[in-house]
């Protein structure tokens, strides 16, 4: 994948003394005000989104793929309602141009990568449903509803004339998801595979019901086809009421055989992962089920909310039990994403905070790419229903706390099947030191995503509980870590343990708990933030993307 890659950086060392200087300076506020927002912007890298892929494509699937941008652009539209309400009265309520761009990244007025602070003068905290429920809504009127409509996925909460609550779903709430059903349709008839033409419809259909589960359970049964589309409501962070509402996103993928062939015959063993777990016999009765696809892709369009903030690297879909119960899931790997951030953000990072002696053992082929690979399929294996005798999904259970908990999960049990399959002999002629340093570093990258955001307060826990077992060194002179492979193995194999067992009781109380005492930056932590921060080192990415920079 070539990417032009331009990088904008003012450092947050000059960020941080202008916003400590205030009373001192002469200049004048606004153009003080404005030096931040664009200090802001600057903390991410602005990279050309494409790919080598894309000449590979027929005429026909090109054309193909300009239908899909055009679904995709719909669901960046829904997203914005979902997030802010009115996206063109927000922004052109914004008149510094810098914070328009920052809230253009965002979303919004809060700032996703650092606890959903308001940024923009005005704003008071962030609604935790967004816009998926009525802003004066109580715990009470919520608690009221019955269980299946406060654990609707694809509905809005809103209010009858009489000032009651009433679930509206999707296709009502935003009519143009009938415009984007028309243009799958339009784009099935470009497709030329066959179980992608059937997706196409049925997800087609789905945008017209509100009924997901057969276009799901079709994407599942996908095989052959080189370009993918991950479409619709997907994600459920957004809605932090009860973590149920999932938010609209559009995602277009194009599969890079040559890698995934150097992963596939990993689903042939899923079932001896799940097995092998570090749990009793009964938080690991579930069957992991061989979905046939841990395959490699670039992304190649990103819109809606998996283009807010952070990008992701990596998916693992359907979220629907039902469906996972049925077909097992996907792991899509998101190389040229993946690629991006280890070489502006992860590599600079390790140089600042890994002991030197360790700067060889960070790798992106066999460690990062790895780790995060497995941290996709460490998704589908555990528990997805509680052991008691009620039955309800995890995700049920745990309700807004489901989220961080998994995601947790999900990292440290992924470090765990590295180290799995390097017993096995599965993963031959590497060091496994490379993993788990590799991992370390890439802590210190996922954490500045922000306490309020899921994957970033997963991290500080699994910080927090690999510093508590001593799973690392570090030097207060150089200010570096150093793994201590033994014990972080014994520290990530006990996470792994906790936090199954939390998930297969559904103990919502103690997860909760968890969360709130570890999903913290102490203050140690945040001394080894503020020398990245000083360094200049952007936080995430922000593509620059479309048809165009394709060479459609």
């Known amino acids: 994948m070539k990417a032009k890659i331009s990088i904008l950086i003012v ?8 916003c400590s200087n205030k009373e001192e300076k002469k200049e004048d506020p606004k153009q003080e005000e404005i030096s931040e927002m664009q200090a802001l912007v600057n903390n991410y890298a602005e990279v050309d989104l494409t790919s080598d892929l894309v000449a590979e494509l027929s005429d026909n699937q090109k054309q193909m793929l300009k239908k ?7 669901m960046e539209e829904v997203f914005w309602k979902e997030a802010i309400g009115e996206k063109q009265a927000f922004l052109s309520s914004i008149k510094d141009d810098a914070a328009r761009r920052y809230a253009e990244i965002n979303y919004g007025p809060w700032d996703r990568l650092d606890g959903n602070k308001a940024f923009i003068e005005g704003y008071g905290e962030k609604p935790k449903g967004a816009c998926f429920y009525p802003a004066d ?28 609550l009433k679930e509206v779903p999707y296709h009502e709430e935003y009519p143009e998801l009938l415009k984007a059903a028309d243009l799958l349709d339009e784009a099935a008839e470009l497709a030329e595979d066959e179980g992608f033409k059937n997706y196409l419809k049925l997800r087609a259909e789905a945008f017209r019901t509100d009924k997901y589960f057969e276009s799901d359970c079709a994407w599942m049964d996908m095989k052959t086809n080189l370009i993918d589309f991950v479409v619709g409501p997907i994600e459920s962070y957004e809605d932090e009421v009860n973590g149920s509402r999932a938010a609209h996103s559009g995602q277009i993928l194009i599969k890079n055989m040559e890698w995934t062939r150097k992963i596939e015959h990993y689903n042939a063993i899923l079932q001896t992962l799940q097995s092998n777990l570090p749990v009793e ?34 998916i693992n879909l359907p979220n629907d039990p039902n469906v996972h119960a049925t077909k097992g899931s ?16 992860l590599v600079p990072i390790a140089k600042i905070l890994i002991a030197d002696d360790q700067q060889k053992n960070i790798d992106f082929e066999n460690a990062f790419f790895q780790n995060v690979m497995f941290h996709e399929v460490a998704h589908g294996l555990g528990v997805k229903f509680t052991i008691n005798p009620d ?3 995890v995700r049920d259970a745990l309700g807004d706390s489901y989220s961080t908990i998994e995601e947790a999960k999900a990292d440290m049990l992924g470090l765990y099947l590295v180290t799995m399959l390097h017993e096995m002999g599965e993963i031959k002629d590497q060091d496994l030191m490379n993993n788990y340093v590799t991992f370390l570093a890439g802590i210190f990258r996922s954490v500045r995503f922000g306490a309020a955001e899921a994957h970033g307060k997963a991290n500080m826990m699994e910080f927090a509980y690999i510093k508590e077992n001593g799973g690392f060194n570090f030097d207060e002179a150089t200010g570096k870590y150093s793994v201590n492979l033994e014990k972080m193995q014994e520290a990530v194999k006990s996470f792994v343990t906790k936090v199954i067992v939390l998930q297969g009781d559904g103990n919502k109380a103690e ?37 165009e920079v394709l060479g459609l």
């Open 11 to 18: 450092t947050a060392a000059l960020f941080a003394c202008s």
């Open 68 to 74: 899909l941008i055009e679904v995709a652009d719909i």
């Open 137 to 164: 809504m109580t715990d009470e009127e919520f608690q009221a509803l019955s269980e299946e409509v406060r654990n609707g996925w694809y509905s809005v909460i809103r209010r009858n004339d009489d000032g009651s």
């Open 281 to 314: 016999p009964q938080y690991k009765a579930e069957s992991a089920t061989n979905s046939g696809d841990m395959n490699v892709y670039d992304v190649v369009y990103s819109a809606g909310d998996c283009n807010s903030a952070s990008k992701n690297i990596a």
């Open 330 to 345: 996907r792991k899509l790997q998101l190389k040229n994403a993946m690629k991006l951030k280890f070489d502006q953000i």
């Open 391 to 393: 039955k309800k999904s």
């Open 511 to 547: 997860v909760d708990k968890w969360i709130k005492e570890k999903s913290v930056v102490t203050e140690d932590l945040q001394k080894s933030l503020d020398k990245i921060a000083g360094a200049g080192i952007p936080k995430d990415i922000v593509y620059h993307q479309g048809a």
